[in-house]
């Protein structure tokens, strides 16, 4: 065999892998959908999830998940935005930011099931706020803050020093300079990575398992007051997120509709984080378009 | 908005102006202490938080073994993990093989089909390859983990009980799950690592006669080595850590399996699904947390390697 043979044979090899990869995912996006599409009707999303009867359907579920998304959105985002600013503009050259690096790399390299375990340890029993929202929110930053400072730091070494050289020549503060400058800058790369990582929070489950809980009480959306147990807005009551609701019912359901729920719920979750995937491009390229001018 | 815009245009000029924000106190070296206050407090919380996760995950990890009493070495070399049993027995050999076979296996399946696709990406179809793969790579990672544990059960433990005989649940259908899932992230960071190996290299070679598949294995490959190992124990790192997905696929019975189509247990499997079903403080609640600690170390000693690895690479 002579080289310009082996060599066709092996670029026909990488074209095969390229295609066994796309193909994985257009397989899977398109049997997840078309399976799942079918069962997902007003009444599915609507309905209240049943514990032993099949037809129902996982309204508290997508509000939980909505719900808990918000809540780890409003402590991660401010945290993590503080958090790669100081990484990209205060931190010295010095051994403690070295180690706040490690921490940042190693909080996102932790496996989402021990971040859960020390949700377990910290909120439900040291703090006794047991398997609720308020738990599942904290453990959920956790996870999600190395995303956001990553982001952010990136997004801020991107911007021209140019830009921030002026603003210091000024005789602007260093603070008026990263929030009037540098951040207005960096806003398309923070807010396409932010959205990014909302996909990534919504569809999270080992982290809930052992904080935010396996079941949720019954909830009544009249009753908007914080502190009623009912309350779909009390923190401190369980809450099975969707993901966590697909786990549960294939694992330790028994209703015997479970496959039918659990591709109707596979299919709306898919479907919210190919809405941000594609959400987070079209923002990015927008606000792209319009402030480069083109 | 407006106030704060007009000082940056016009660096407080007018007497009036500035004698009025301070007035109101809200100067920006009033604001620029306390943005540097929130600042610095976010990263000293990162920095608690890193440590408190370690801290009370060891703290608790040990309780099992300092006060149950419950042998170290009876841990790592028993066979038998029955914590109803009487007298109960804690050997968590089992789930340690469970969660190397299932990562070694999920590796052995997703590095080849990876390594292609970034060779693909970076040498073959540098362009086009680029724009099609990247999207695609970053919808494969986007995808939940129990949507993945989903589609196992539904799609490969079938097929495995139907074309390979058992019942389907064991550490192929596991092995499977998990090699689609890590596929994209080393990939993605296969296809930066060929990236980052400089062109005149390629040219080079190019020039000397070299086919483009001599160029690919006998320049490129070596000199991107190091970090293709990164990629690869990167996966290795999120395979054993994965604990949703292999649950609802590998079967769930803390045993040796013979074959590949046995059912098992791993680490992460077993704290799913025993974690919560048992009593907290309890002996066999507390084995379970010794298996996160254990879990932690071995996730740990991942970022460690990494760091070796990527620590190397500067260097050199």
Not at chain 1, 159 to 178: C, M, N, P, Y
Not at chain 2, 80 to 109: D, K, Q
Not at chain 2, 145 to 171: A, E, K, M, N, Q
Request: net charge positive; glycine share 8%; hydrophobic share 55%.
């Amino acid at each position: 065999m002579n080289a310009k043979v082996t060599d066709r044979l092996a670029t026909l090899c990488f074209i095969l892998c390229a295609a066994i990869t796309a193909g994985t995912l257009f397989s899977l996006l398109g049997y997840i959908v078309f399976q799942g599409v079918s069962h997902i009707d007003w009444h599915f999303l609507t309905a209240d999830a049943s514990t032993f009867q099949a037809g129902g359907g996982i309204k508290n579920q997508l509000w939980n998940s909505f719900y808990m998304l918000l809540m780890t959105m409003f402590f991660s985002v401010p945290l993590g935005i503080a958090g790669g600013i100081y990484l990209a503009e205060y931190a010295r050259p010095n051994k403690i930011t070295a180690f706040l690096r490690s921490c940042v790399e190693v909080l996102a390299s932790l496996p989402s099931i021990i971040v859960g375990m020390f949700g377990m340890l910290l909120f439900v029993n040291t703090f006794h706020w047991g398997y609720s929202v308020l738990s599942g929110a904290l453990a959920l930053t956790i996870f999600n803050l190395p995303v956001i400072i990553r982001v952010t730091e990136d997004a801020l070494a991107a911007v021209a020093r140019d830009q921030k050289e002026a603003s210091f020549a000024l005789g602007a503060t260093h603070w008026q300079t990263i929030r009037t400058v540098l951040l207005p800058a960096a806003f398309p790369g923070l807010l396409t990575g932010i959205i990014l990582s909302v996909g990534r929070v919504f569809g999270e489950s080992a982290a809930l398992l052992f904080t935010a809980g396996l079941s949720t009480p019954n909830l009544n959306f009249g009753d908007w007051n914080p502190m009623s147990p009912q309350s779909p807005i009390n923190p401190f009551r369980s809450a099975e997120t969707l993901s966590v609701h697909i786990w549960a019912v294939n694992t330790n359901g028994i209703i015997p509709d479970a496959k039918i729920v659990a591709a109707g719920s596979s299919a709306v979750l898919v479907i919210v984080v190919l809405l941000f995937n594609i959400i987070a491009r079209l923002v990015g390229a927008l606000i792209e378009k319009r402030w480069s001018g083109k | 908005m407006a106030s704060e815009r007009n000082e940056l245009t016009m660096p407080s000029t007018g007497r009036a102006a500035r004698a009025q924000h301070l007035l109101k106190g809200k100067t920006w070296s009033d604001r620029d202490l306390k943005a540097k206050i929130f600042i610095f407090s976010a990263a000293l919380l990162i920095m608690a938080a890193t440590v408190a996760l370690t801290v009370f995950l060891i703290v608790k990890g040990l309780h099992s073994f300092l006060i149950d009493g419950i042998s170290v070495i009876e841990m790592f070399v028993a066979g038998e993990w029955n914590p109803n049993a009487n007298p109960p027995s804690f050997g968590a050999l089992p789930l340690l093989f469970g969660s190397f076979a299932v990562t070694l296996l999920s590796v052995a399946i997703a590095t080849p089909i990876a390594l292609g696709t970034a060779i693909f990406m970076t040498e073959i179809a540098k362009k086009r390859g680029q724009k099609l793969m990247r999207p695609v790579m970053e919808l494969l990672v986007g995808i939940p983990s129990v949507v993945y544990g989903f589609i196992g059960l539904t799609v490969i433990v079938p097929f495995i009980r139907d074309h390979l005989g058992g019942i389907g649940f064991g550490l192929l259908a596991a092995g499977i799950v998990l090699g689609i899932m890590i596929l994209p992230t080393v990939t993605t960071v296969a296809a930066d690592a060929f990236q980052s190996v400089p062109n005149h290299l390629r040219e080079a070679s190019l020039a000397l006669g070299a086919t483009r598949w001599q160029t690919i294995y006998r320049v490129v490959v070596p000199a991107a080595l190091p970090s293709v190992l990164t990629a690869v124990i990167l996966g290795m790192a999120r395979a054993f850590g994965e604990a949703l997905a292999v649950q609802m696929v590998i079967g769930n019975t803390a045993q040796i399996p013979h074959s590949l189509t046995e059912p098992a247990a791993t680490l992460t499997t077993m704290i799913t699904s025993s974690l919560g079903e048992t009593t907290y403080g309890s002996l066999q609640n507390d084995a379970l947390w010794s298996l996160g600690l254990i879990l932690l170390a071995m996730s740990y000693l991942f970022i460690l390697v990494i760091r070796f690895l990527s620590y190397r690479r500067r260097s050199s």
